[in-house]
């Protein structure tokens, strides 16, 4: 093996990808020959660099190489993070400040005049991330033409930053009015903040999000401002624990929107990390819809403590706007990801009326479900997964974890008494009713945005999903499911098929309309040259650009994206085809378009990608007889206990069909088929699975 300081192309085999989840952090290497060897460590919610380094030493482990040997060895690493959701969710971030335009300290707390449940005339106010008492007023102001009506009141500012230092504040958001225009006075107050209070994360709105629409970029700025000592520290800590072990490389992390960024623009845009590790998932899906799985896709990770969805449609994977992250808006360019709270780790338990619930409280990893042996005690989804014989006791994680049936049973039979039933009835209603959460979830993502999922593929991955996909896909009508033969740590795996991206955006809503033809490619000439700059920081390689606007008609409200890419750039009627594009997909999306109607340019967008080097494709299998069951297990389905064949997951040969009902078996994950599924291996990697037409 290479000694740890050389770093010469001929040394790098391997490539690693790192998914921090609520109860397991998965590692996934690919060597140059396309080999790829998953390994599990439990997470770490403490310090999540523990478990990362932890799952390091596992990969080292299976590879028969040292710790040392194996990160001397690989060319990158790139890390999904819950660091920034868990500090949303748990509201443990930094204790922040914010500096405004005088009378304008309350922006953040109105938001939008709106309450996330409108008909709920109960429903509190969420309280803002800033308490009122550290939202300082600035005396300045800028008028949305870019004249300064009030220049910047150093006395004001002055005054602000002497409360912020007794105040002991760690992070300030600066966030003036209409700095999306011009941002002199953010930058002069930030400089201002950053001499006075050395070691405190500032940051501006202007940096955050230079567009319209004071209470998104606010409430993002502020996000930021939140969540940034938070991400920085945990960076600092992940890559000092990789520089004591060894590693020399890039350590880059996966952002909310897909693409991947060095930790320095991770840190900085610490709000761009609330979807990381999610964002895993889709990246896998587009990679696996281009190695011919389907041009559309439901991706169904089903973790330990939530499960994610999102559409792949076409090959591409959406991207929107303006999300909330536990309760927060974050109006980051960010994939369309759903979350909800029902994984292998959400808790079983009574609720209001007598009625059985499933989730969102969490088991986690500590102490995780109670056939862990860790101290739980309440039962979660694992354990009835396990109480029904989905589940080895013998054989989770390859063996290296024994669970506790005995333990899961008593738990389920405590539960049955408070409901009335006896404890299998109780481990069976835990299940269904996941899989009807699960199932709900889906239509969410997509019944509701006008998609029919039966028009897709359910894309089903993370440790859990085998258990659920079938009987997920007859709650929808899904006639097809595919479970890759990694699929516990598919989202690892798709951060390394991922680019570097940078996404741009700027205002440039002017009096109405759109731009002539030159002024629209000075707009976009513009961008393109700082976006270049920005990224030839971090990548020396080929860099490519994607070119977008938000538009909308001159009465709406509301702009909606419009990818330009098909436009010619250069060919005269720039400003014409521009519309045209826009009509087009006002249409797509509502059906209808308004050909005569003003057409209002709000914002430009560029999104800078810096192409990696493509990942190998995985060695052919050779050829082999079809695997014969390994073992028949008693398992309970729809209250029908019978013996069910076990196969082992890695043995099935190239287009063997297996006949449910069965279970599918790997170190890593589970498959259960259900009575008329039909599964064949395929050579690609993936369990592609048929059920009946009639499912549903």
Not at 97 to 120: F, Q, S, W
């Amino acid at each position: 093996m290479s000694a740890p300081e050389d770093r010469s192309a001929a040394a790098l085999a391997y490539r690693i990808g790192v998914d921090v989840g609520g109860t397991f952090t998965d590692v996934v290497c690919v060597a140059a020959d396309g080999t790829t060897t998953l390994a599990k460590a439990a997470s770490t919610p403490a310090d999540q660099s523990e478990g990362v380094v932890a799952g390091l030493s596992v990969l080292a482990d299976r590879l028969g190489v040292t710790l040392a040997d194996l990160l001397a060895r690989t060319e990158r690493i790139v890390h999904g993070t819950t660091v920034a959701t868990n500090a949303l969710l748990e509201r443990r971030g930094a204790k922040v400040a914010m500096l405004t335009t005088e009378g304008h300290r309350d922006v953040i707390e109105m938001r939008e005049g709106l309450k996330p449940d409108r008909y709920d005339l109960r429903l509190p106010a969420a309280p803002a991330l800033v308490p009122r008492r550290l939202r300082l007023p600035v005396r300045e102001r800028i008028r949305p033409d870019g004249r300064v009506e009030q220049k910047l009141d150093l006395a004001s500012l002055d005054a602000a930053i002497a409360t912020l230092k007794a105040e002991q504040v760690e992070a300030v958001a600066i966030c003036f009015l209409h700095a999306w225009r011009d941002d002199a006075h953010e930058r002069a107050a930030a400089e201002a903040v950053r001499a006075a209070l050395p070691g405190v994360f500032v940051t501006t709105s202007a940096e955050v999000l230079p567009q319209i629409k004071e209470f998104e970029r606010f409430s993002t700025a502020c996000v930021n401002a939140y969540v940034g000592p938070v991400v920085s520290r945990y960076l600092a800590r992940l890559r000092g624990r990789l520089d004591s072990a060894g590693y020399q490389g890039p350590v880059f992390v996966i952002l909310s929107h897909g693409g991947v960024a060095p930790v320095e623009e991770a840190a900085r845009l610490a709000a761009g990390t609330a979807l990381s590790g999610p964002a895993g998932g889709v990246a896998a899906g587009v990679a696996l819809a281009a190695r011919g799985l389907g041009q559309d896709l439901i991706t169904f990770d089903v973790g330990g403590t939530s499960t994610d969805i999102a559409l792949v449609q076409d090959g591409e994977a959406a991207l929107g706007r303006g999300r909330t992250v536990a309760g927060e808006r974050i109006a980051l360019e960010s994939l369309d990801i759903v979350t909800l709270g029902a994984g292998g780790g959400s808790i079983g338990h009574v609720g209001a009326g007598g009625t059985l619930q499933v989730g969102p409280r969490s088991a986690g990893a500590v102490p995780g479900p109670v056939a862990y042996g860790q101290g739980g005690t309440e039962p979660a989804v694992t354990d009835a997964n396990l109480v029904l014989g989905y589940l080895d006791a013998n054989n989770f994680l390859g063996g290296a974890r024994k669970l506790d049936r005995d333990g899961a049973l008593a738990a389920f039979g405590r539960l049955g008494a408070a409901l009335g039933i006896d404890a299998m009835a109780a481990a069976e209603g835990v299940h269904r009713l996941a899989n009807v959460r699960m199932a709900d979830g889906i239509r969410v993502a997509t019944v509701r945005r006008g998609v029919d999922p039966r028009d897709f593929t359910l894309l089903a991955f993370g440790g859990a999903a085998g258990l659920h996909a079938s009987a997920v896909a007859r709650e929808l009508g899904v006639t097809r499911v595919a479970v890759p033969v990694f699929a516990a740590g598919l989202s690892a795996w798709g951060m390394l098929h991922t680019d570097l991206r940078y996404e741009m955006a700027r205002s440039e809503i002017g009096a109405g309309g759109v731009p002539e033809d030159a002024a629209l490619r000075t707009i976009w000439a513009g961008l393109d040259s700082e976006g270049r700059a920005r990224v030839a920081t971090w990548f020396g390689g080929t860099v490519e650009t994607r070119r977008a606007a938000d538009m909308r008609y001159g009465e709406q409200v509301f702009e909606i994206a419009v990818p330009l890419d098909a436009v010619d750039w250069d060919a005269p009627g720039l400003a014409q085809r521009v519309t045209e594009a826009f009509h087009a997909r006002h249409e797509s999306l509502f059906t209808y378009a308004l050909a005569g109607e003003e057409v209002v340019l709000v914002n430009a967008r560029l999104a800078v990608i810096g192409r990696l080097p493509p990942m190998p494709a995985p060695p052919a299998a050779g050829p082999r007889a079809p695997a014969a069951p390994f073992a028949t297990r008693r398992a309970r389905i729809d209250g029908v206990e019978a013996a069910l064949p076990v196969l082992d997951f890695a043995a099935l040969a190239d287009g063997q069909v297996v006949v449910g009902p069965a279970i599918v078996e790997s170190d890593t994950t589970t498959v259960l088929l259900l009575a008329g599924d039909q599964a064949r291996m395929d050579a690609r990697g993936w369990l592609d699975i048929a059920l009946p037409g009639d499912a549903a």
